[in-house]
């Protein structure tokens, strides 16, 4: 409005004094330092000239590439326009991305967990096999749309947040970015084919699975844990956040939902619904397993300070969850653990041993949750408040 463009004439006059475009029409062709930088080990800016990568069974794998490159991946990134080793030129500004340290995003397993990610996409349109999906009796399928419909409305939540921590991770770190990438992708199928699920069959979505009227209320005192928790984030950082995110949606969340698949998958009918449920599953596995090394990795290399108060936060964050936030009271509400029963049932007539399958289950889902916070360094055997058995 207020600028005043260039015309076209006076736009190349002006790209033609550029010095390089000058040197270019004067017939000097020297090239840069892109050409003639020598590698770090000879004091110069190249910094992995000379790691080349021997293909293996798998071809070149994130694993085979981190172990050619003598300088590794760095604990702090340097907020690079080019990659970790590459040649950064000194004066260039750098962009200070929010986690930058490589304890904020890093796992032990994490470029195993991506090569799996990336070599095991699917096609839900023609990987599962819907030819095979045979008429339930009417009750039947509407036990498993109601289950199906709160396992597609679930499939959102990592999607509506995963990509703001994506922004957040530096570059140097891109093996980070690119597994939450794969699982954005993952999430994105699973809503997909739970979505053609519910309607391949002629049931269709069933009832909101979170309406307020069936939630089992939060007692009151717990109803300020959002604030505490925002208490103990202040000041911290993304990298902070995305621990709670870790534990809340990867470690508590999604291991309660891998759990549902399972179940889903010894309870499919037919090898249709047997497909879509082994599917999933897997992927689901690598986004708990991300979540729980993630915590680890976190606890096992930030800095002690950092360290004890992450403890903190993961073990209010935990109590608050058990007492009465998300996560396990998905098991008591009945939107989603009466479909549950009736399907393990089959029938009204054998509806007591479909409660007892889901006795058995609380037991599991809550010492598959245990052995997760152990394994990602918060151990809850003695503190934990959720009840060993479940109350109903
Ligand atoms: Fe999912
Ligand atoms: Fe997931």
Redesign the pocket.
């Known amino acids: 409005m207020g600028i005043t463009f260039p015309t076209p004439k006076e736009n190349t006059e002006r790209l033609r004094r550029l010095p390089q475009v000058r040197r270019w029409r004067d017939g000097d062709y020297t090239p840069g330092a892109w050409l003639t930088a020598p590698s770090t080990e000879q004091g110069g800016a190249w910094g992995s000239w000379g790691n080349s990568v021997t293909p293996g069974r798998r071809g070149i794998t994130f694993m085979d590439v981190n172990k050619a490159d003598k300088s590794g991946v760095p604990a702090t990134g340097p907020g690079l326009t080019v990659d970790r080793s590459g040649g950064a030129a000194p004066e260039q500004p750098r962009y200070q991305y929010q986690m930058r340290e490589k304890y904020e995003c890093w796992s032990d397993n994490l470029e195993s967990l991506l090569e799996e990610a990336l070599s095991r996409q699917w096609y839900a349109s023609t990987d599962i096999p819907w030819d095979k999906l045979e008429p339930l009796p009417p009750d039947q399928e509407r036990a498993l749309c109601q289950f199906v419909t709160f396992l597609h409305v679930v ?1 959102f939540n ?1 999607t509506d947040v995963i990509p703001y921590w994506m922004t957040r991770i530096d570059p140097a770190f891109s093996e980070a970015r690119l597994f939450l990438a794969t ?1 954005c992708a ?2 994105s199928r ?1 809503m997909e084919v739970f979505g053609k699920r519910l309607f391949a069959n002629g049931g269709g979505p069933g009832v909101e699975p979170f309406a307020h009227a069936v939630m089992h209320p939060v007692p009151p005192h717990l109803m300020a844990v959002p604030q505490e928790t925002l208490k103990l984030l202040q000041g911290k950082g993304p990298g902070y956040e995305f621990l709670q995110y870790n534990y809340q949606t990867q470690l508590l969340g ?1 291991s309660l ?1 891998l759990d549902f698949f399972r179940f889903g998958e010894f309870l499919g009918r037919n090898p249709c619904d047997k497909e879509i449920f082994r599917r999933v599953l897997q ?2 596995a690598r ?2 397993s991300y979540g729980t090394m993630h915590i680890k990795y976190y606890l096992e290399h930030a800095p002690k300070a950092e360290r004890e108060r992450a403890l903190e936060l993961l073990h209010y964050l935990a109590a608050a969850s058990e007492a009465g936030g998300a996560g396990y009271d998905l098991l008591l509400n009945p939107n989603v653990i009466e479909p549950f029963v009736y399907l393990a049932a089959g029938s009204m007539d054998n509806i007591e041993q479909g409660w007892q399958y889901a006795r058995e289950f609380w037991v599991k889902v809550v010492e598959e949750y245990l052995g997760r916070c152990e394994r990602a360094g918060f151990p809850r055997w003695d503190t934990c408040l959720l009840p060993r058995e479940a109350p109903f």
Do not use: A
């Open positions: 499939e990592p699982q993952d999430e699973h999604e939902v992927d689901e986004h708990v």
